[in-house]
């Protein structure tokens, strides 16, 4: 399609739009459209056609049925903070953010329940549940600014995950939006519904099959009491071999993070949290529950980190130093951000058995493309963050990165592992999930995306590839794809 | 801990018989019925199917790593075998499954979406899973999720299979997320009226105490608490109460549902609702379970009018055991719902061979 056709369906539409939404919510100018060019994965962006910012869930149904009945592209958006270009917008579509939905509609203290609209911050949430003794499992990094629609749409997940869940395991209902603009309702109330689990398949949909419109979420007691021991070792493999003796132990503990060298120097110039810069490993191991539990468990783990090498153990004795020591932590982002101009982080998860090896292989990589890589990251569940570190004023220098990235979440597939923890696919990784998928699995995704949406136009080019182009990256590199993974019996059927 | 399992399914024969009878059934344009220990045959619609499928012969622990938390299993495998394994290493199913009257499989509690009394606080059996292998109805084998704890490619294809009753294909093998057994557990007994239980269990809940059970029958509200001695102990003292003797055999029998209240025969249905919608119809024959999420309720009812009551406490109704099972004993979904289950059908198994009306009349 040609520009001119755009300018005028942009008229058309932005004259439909505003005859029931706000006109200020009516994006069209490029200028206030800018901020809405990307996610948080900033080297993606395009410009879209219309931003809009509708305030009522009849106005989301009214603007999704204008969009079907034109054909019209539609890219749901939380706070923009995804790190796979999950919202990037396209000149064809427009963009429906949910921001104008920050209500938290209703608290009930005795079923634990919080029911919320789709653009409350995930942070808000415990905030408000706070007086109640309550709070939010899942808690991403990015919990000040991403919102509860985001996190289901991309099932994210944070640093208590392993002990509390994903969003997945911690949703009641959803109400969603369809194509068509019909409001449905997933889940209830209760623990379970009859019939086919369509929640799961909404939960990390990144906006493909519906816009979600209403979220209820568990809310679990607030623990009595956490502790932070944080232990230094002096190589890679005797921190991931440690992680492993932790959860032998029979232990789970709420959060279980580990930082390599670059991460540790890096957050330590940044937050000051006391973390040893000569150290190769950093453990920040979190125990939380009642006030014997914890008693019992921290001194096991310290003590198991002592007899396992660790060249220097504390533990936190109140809140403040507790907050201390992760703060570090908390801040690995934006301090690898300084000692670079740039980096990309990546999500892949592997077998924790696995984490030396795969640490030792991304160094060797690191080396091969002359490129820093720095990892801060998810050691319980073995959900891998590595940054890699980059400048993207230099020529080709990116596209370095991005490869490097790619050949990252390869290793993480061929170790028995997956592409994204939970970052989600988006646009970024659609050229690895033809490396974690068959074809014929690929064309199974396609099937439920078209009982959702027939017509795709749900957030189209996003989450699945066309089957076509998985075709073409496999054909780059016959050393791709599915010698990667033993495929096991009916695959050859493909 | 000692070495992990892993053993070589290099010869796929079962697997193959499960494909090519899948096959046939495409080429006759036959039915099937999904069975794998049979303990369940009683869930869901009464439905005629052309031919059974033995899922059950599809068995065996594929691997198993005790320090990742990971089990893989094929669907087909007895929930006492991969028990008494995760036993020996101090592990256990956190969702606590029903085995019913013997047999059960893996497969079959996936497909069913069956969780024990501990459900409310270790999660569900779809909550565990981390992938699945399946065959659809156009007898590709295809595999979703996989065997680590985080994995968002793809949509989640496994945990959608809880409920489905097999009506997208045959589950031929699931990963699991698997958690130590708690060190200590103990359960206390008081004497309580159901409006008060509902509270009780609710309030409870609340605190940050280590609740893993929370049932009421008879007149008597049942905490059970789980985890290290001390947190245990503690807690029993704080919150009082008589103490169970053989507290283990107690919630084995609720969770298989060997009580006669269960299994004598009248129709049984089964309340998933707001674990704190207050009690209602008291009097009639009910017992608690989930903390109040759960809720059992015997005799002959009009099925419309115990939705229409399952509706104002925030949930569904069940057809559980018994009654009338030629008509529809899952709730009524909404046309929008119905059509979504239709085209997600249409996508797995367009030619309907698998499990045909089981879940619904419709589907
Ligand atoms: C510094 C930083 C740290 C992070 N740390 C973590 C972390 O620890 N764990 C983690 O899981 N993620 C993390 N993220 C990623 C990101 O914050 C999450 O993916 C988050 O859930 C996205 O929420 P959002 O509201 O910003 O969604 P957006 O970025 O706006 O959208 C994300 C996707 O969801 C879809 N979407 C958004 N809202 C809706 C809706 N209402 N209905 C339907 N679809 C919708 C969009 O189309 C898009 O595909 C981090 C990001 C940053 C920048």
Same mark, same amino acid.
């Given at each position: 399609m040609v520009a001119s056709h755009y300018f005028v369906l942009a008229e058309e539409l932005t004259k439909e739009f505003r005859a029931f939404i706000d006109p200020e919510y009516v994006i069209v100018d490029a200028e206030t459209q800018r901020p809405y060019e990307c996610d948080g994965l900033s080297m993606y962006c395009a410009m879209p056609l219309i931003v809009l910012l509708p305030e009522t869930v009849a106005q989301v149904q009214r603007a999704m049925q204008i969009c079907h009945q034109r054909g019209v592209p539609v890219i749901p958006r939380g706070a923009g903070t995804g790190l796979s270009a999950g919202a990037m917008p396209r000149e064809d579509a427009v963009v429906l953010s949910l921001a104008k939905f920050k209500h938290v509609l209703d608290?009930?203290?005795?079923?634990?329940?919080a029911r919320l609209q789709p653009g409350v911050r995930n942070l808000a949430i415990s905030e408000a549940?706070?007086?109640?003794?309550?709070?939010y499992?899942p808690d991403p990094s990015s919990q000040i600014a991403c919102t509860i629609g985001g996190n289901v749409a991309e099932n994210s997940g944070g640093?208590?995950?392993?002990?509390?869940?994903?969003t997945?395991?911690?949703l009641?209902s959803v109400e969603l939006v369809t194509v068509e603009g019909e409001l449905v309702r997933l889940?209830?109330?209760?623990?379970?519904?009859?019939?086919?689990?369509?929640m799961?398949l909404i939960t990390g949909s990144e906006g493909l099959l519906g816009v979600i419109t209403e979220v209820t979420v568990?809310?679990?007691?607030?623990?009595?009491?956490?502790?932070?021991?944080?232990?230094?070792?002096?190589?890679?493999?005797?921190?991931?071999?440690?992680?492993?003796?932790?959860?032998?132990?029979?232990?789970?503990?709420?959060?279980?993070?580990?930082?390599?060298?670059?991460?540790?120097?890096?957050?330590?110039?940044?937050?000051?949290?006391?973390?040893?810069?000569?150290?190769?490993?950093?453990?920040?191991?979190?125990?939380?529950?009642?006030?014997?539990?914890?008693?019992?468990?921290?001194?096991?783990?310290?003590?198991?980190?002592?007899?396992?090498?660790?060249?220097?153990?504390?533990?936190?004795?109140?809140?403040?130093?507790?907050?201390?020591?992760?703060?570090?932590?908390?801040?690995?982002f934006p301090?690898?951000g300084?000692?670079?101009p740039d980096y990309y982080c990546?999500d892949?998860?592997?077998?924790?058995?696995?984490?030396?090896?795969?640490?030792?292989?991304?160094?060797?990589?690191?080396?091969?493309?002359?490129?820093?890589?720095?990892?801060?990251?998810?050691?319980?569940?073995?959900?891998?963050?590595?940054?890699?570190?980059?400048?993207a004023s230099?020529?080709?220098?990116f596209?370095?990165a991005e490869?490097?990235?790619?050949?990252?979440?390869?290793?993480?597939?061929?170790?028995?592992?997956?592409?994204t923890?939970e970052h989600g696919v988006g646009v970024e990784k659609l050229?690895?999930?033809?490396?974690?998928?068959?074809?014929?699995?690929?064309?199974?995704?396609h099937?439920?995306k078209a009982?959702f949406d027939p017509a795709g136009t749900l957030n189209p080019g996003k989450g699945i590839p066309v089957?076509?182009n998985?075709?073409?990256?496999?054909?780059?590199?016959?050393?791709?794809?599915?010698?990667?993974?033993?495929?096991?019996?009916?695959?050859?059927?493909? | 801990?000692?070495?992990?399992?892993?053993?070589?399914?290099?010869?796929?024969?079962?697997?193959?018989?499960?494909?090519?009878?899948?096959?046939?059934?495409?080429?006759?344009?036959?039915?099937?019925?999904?069975?794998?220990?049979?303990?369940?045959?009683?869930?869901?619609?009464?439905?005629?199917?052309?031919?059974?499928?033995?899922?059950?012969?599809?068995?065996?622990?594929?691997?198993?790593?005790?320090?990742?938390?990971?089990?893989?299993?094929?669907?087909?495998?007895?929930?006492?075998?991969?028990?008494?394994?995760?036993?020996?290493?101090?592990?256990?199913?956190?969702?606590?499954?029903?085995?019913?009257?013997?047999?059960?499989?893996?497969?079959?509690?996936?497909?069913?979406?069956?969780?024990?009394?501990?459900?409310?606080?270790?999660?569900?059996?779809?909550?565990?899973?981390?992938?699945?292998?399946?065959?659809?109805?156009?007898?590709?084998?295809?595999?979703?999720?996989?065997?680590?704890?985080?994995?968002v490619?793809?949509y989640?294809?496994?945990?959608?299979?809880?409920?489905?009753?097999?009506?997208?294909?045959?589950?031929?093998?699931?990963?699991?997320?698997?958690?130590?057994?708690?060190?200590?557990?103990?359960?206390?007994?008081?004497?309580?009226?159901?409006?008060?239980?509902?509270?009780?269990?609710?309030?409870?809940?609340?605190?940050?105490?280590?609740?893993? @059970?929370?049932?009421?029958?008879?007149?008597?509200?049942?905490?059970?608490?789980? @985890?290290?001695?001390?947190?245990?102990?503690?807690?029993?003292?704080?919150? @009082?109460?008589?103490?169970?003797?053989?507290?283990?055999?107690?919630? !084995?029998?609720?969770?298989?549902?060997?009580?006669?209240?269960?299994?004598?025969?009248?129709?049984?249905?089964?309340?998933?609702?707001?674990?704190?919608?207050? $009690?209602?119809?008291?009097?009639?024959?009910?017992?608690?379970?989930?903390?109040?999420?759960?809720?059992?309720?015997?005799?002959?009812?009009? !099925?419309?009018?115990?939705? !229409?009551?399952?509706?104002?406490?925030?949930?569904?109704?069940?057809?559980?055991?018994?009654?009338?099972?030629?008509?529809?004993?899952?709730?009524?979904?909404?046309?929008a719902?119905?059509?979504? $289950?239709?085209?997600?059908?249409?996508?797995?198994?367009?030619?309907?061979?698998?499990?045909? @009306?089981?879940?619904?009349?419709?589907?």
């Amino acid at each position: 399609m040609v520009a001119s056709h755009y300018f005028v369906l942009a008229e058309e539409l932005t004259k439909e739009f505003r005859a029931f939404i706000d006109p200020e919510y009516v994006i069209v100018d490029a200028e206030t459209q800018r901020p809405y060019e990307c996610d948080g994965l900033s080297m993606y962006c395009a410009m879209p056609l219309i931003v809009l910012l509708p305030e009522t869930v009849a106005q989301v149904q009214r603007a999704m049925q204008i969009c079907h009945q034109r054909g019209v592209p539609v890219i749901p958006r939380g706070a923009g903070t995804g790190l796979s270009a999950g919202a990037m917008p396209r000149e064809d579509a427009v963009v429906l953010s949910l921001a104008k939905f920050k209500h938290v509609l209703d608290i009930d203290p005795l079923a634990r329940t919080a029911r919320l609209q789709p653009g409350v911050r995930n942070l808000a949430i415990s905030e408000a549940a706070a007086q109640y003794g309550l709070y939010y499992g899942p808690d991403p990094s990015s919990q000040i600014a991403c919102t509860i629609g985001g996190n289901v749409a991309e099932n994210s997940g944070g640093v208590h995950c392993l002990k509390y869940g994903l969003t997945v395991h911690n949703l009641l209902s959803v109400e969603l939006v369809t194509v068509e603009g019909e409001l449905v309702r997933l889940g209830s109330e209760g623990l379970d519904c009859a019939g086919i689990d369509l929640m799961a398949l909404i939960t990390g949909s990144e906006g493909l099959l519906g816009v979600i419109t209403e979220v209820t979420v568990r809310l679990l007691p607030v623990p009595e009491q956490a502790r932070v021991v944080m232990a230094a070792f002096d190589s890679v493999k005797a921190a991931g071999d440690a992680v492993s003796a932790v959860i032998a132990q029979g232990v789970i503990p709420a959060g279980l993070e580990m930082m390599d060298s670059h991460a540790i120097v890096a957050a330590e110039a940044f937050a000051k949290a006391g973390y040893p810069i000569d150290a190769q490993a950093l453990l920040l191991c979190e125990v939380d529950g009642t006030v014997e539990e914890v008693a019992d468990h921290i001194t096991r783990i310290e003590q198991l980190f002592l007899s396992l090498g660790a060249t220097l153990t504390r533990v936190s004795r109140d809140e403040d130093e507790r907050a201390l020591l992760w703060k570090g932590r908390k801040s690995a982002f934006p301090a690898v951000g300084r000692i670079s101009p740039d980096y990309y982080c990546m999500d892949g998860t592997i077998p924790r058995g696995e984490l030396a090896h795969v640490l030792t292989e991304m160094q060797h990589m690191s080396e091969h493309y002359g490129l820093r890589v720095a990892n801060v990251f998810h050691a319980g569940d073995g959900n891998l963050h590595p940054l890699i570190l980059f400048d993207a004023s230099k020529p080709g220098e990116f596209d370095k990165a991005e490869e490097f990235g790619g050949r990252i979440l390869e290793l993480c597939v061929a170790v028995g592992g997956c592409i994204t923890g939970e970052h989600g696919v988006g646009v970024e990784k659609l050229p690895q999930m033809s490396v974690q998928f068959s074809p014929l699995e690929i064309a199974q995704f396609h099937g439920v995306k078209a009982a959702f949406d027939p017509a795709g136009t749900l957030n189209p080019g996003k989450g699945i590839p066309v089957l076509k182009n998985c075709q073409e990256y496999r054909a780059l590199d016959p050393g791709r794809g599915h010698v990667a993974r033993q495929h096991p019996e009916g695959y050859e059927q493909a | 801990m000692p070495a992990s399992i892993r053993r070589d399914m290099s010869k796929h024969d079962v697997t193959q018989e499960l494909i090519e009878q899948v096959n046939c059934a495409r080429t006759d344009g036959s039915t099937l019925e999904i069975v794998g220990g049979g303990s369940k045959r009683f869930i869901g619609r009464e439905a005629a199917a052309d031919a059974r499928i033995d899922a059950g012969r599809h068995r065996g622990i594929v691997s198993y790593e005790p320090v990742e938390l990971v089990l893989t299993a094929r669907a087909g495998t007895p929930l006492q075998e991969i028990e008494d394994t995760l036993a020996q290493q101090g592990q256990m199913l956190a969702f606590d499954p029903p085995h019913f009257a013997g047999g059960a499989t893996l497969g079959g509690t996936l497909a069913c979406n069956q969780s024990g009394p501990a459900r409310p606080w270790n999660g569900s059996v779809r909550d565990a899973v981390l992938g699945i292998r399946l065959v659809n109805g156009r007898g590709e084998h295809l595999r979703f999720g996989g065997q680590v704890m985080k994995n968002v490619a793809g949509y989640d294809v496994s945990r959608a299979q809880a409920g489905a009753l097999g009506s997208l294909g045959i589950i031929t093998e699931i990963s699991l997320k698997v958690m130590p057994r708690p060190a200590a557990s103990m359960t206390l007994v008081k004497e309580m009226d159901a409006a008060r239980a509902i509270v009780e269990m609710n309030t409870l809940a609340g605190r940050p105490r280590p609740l893993a @059970g929370a049932c009421w029958q008879d007149g008597q509200l049942y905490l059970r608490l789980a @985890g290290v001695q001390a947190a245990v102990a503690g807690t029993a003292s704080r919150w @009082g109460g008589e103490v169970l003797q053989h507290e283990s055999n107690f919630w !084995r029998d609720l969770r298989d549902q060997r009580q006669p209240f269960f299994v004598d025969g009248e129709p049984l249905w089964r309340f998933s609702v707001n674990p704190a919608a207050p $009690h209602w119809r008291d009097g009639a024959d009910w017992r608690f379970d989930w903390g109040g999420a759960q809720r059992w309720l015997r005799g002959a009812f009009q !099925r419309a009018e115990l939705e !229409r009551e399952a509706g104002r406490a925030g949930g569904q109704v069940t057809l559980f055991r018994g009654g009338d099972r030629a008509g529809e004993v899952f709730s009524t979904q909404s046309a929008a719902l119905q059509t979504l $289950h239709r085209r997600l059908k249409e996508a797995f198994d367009p030619m309907r061979i698998f499990n045909p @009306g089981r879940l619904y009349s419709w589907m």
